[in-house]
């Protein structure tokens, strides 16, 4: 779990210091999207997998 919190710490990092335009803020706001989607999709495997046992 460290690295995902390091990882999110990163993201809001770029975040917050990349340029408000060109290419770079919209990956970094569809790469974040992702690592979301992922986490999400992750802890629902996780729990049902719980649940299961």
């Not at 990956?27 to 997998?49: C, D, G, K, T």
Request: glycine share 6%; charged share 20%; net charge positive.
């Amino acid at each position: 779990m460290y690295q995902g919190k390091r990882t999110e710490e990163l993201v809001c990092r770029l975040m917050t210091h990349a340029p408000s335009t060109g290419v770079l803020p919209s990956r970094l706001e569809l790469f974040s999207r992702q690592l979301m989607l992922l986490s999400f999709q992750y802890s629902s495997l996780h729990r049902n997998y719980e649940n299961v046992g």
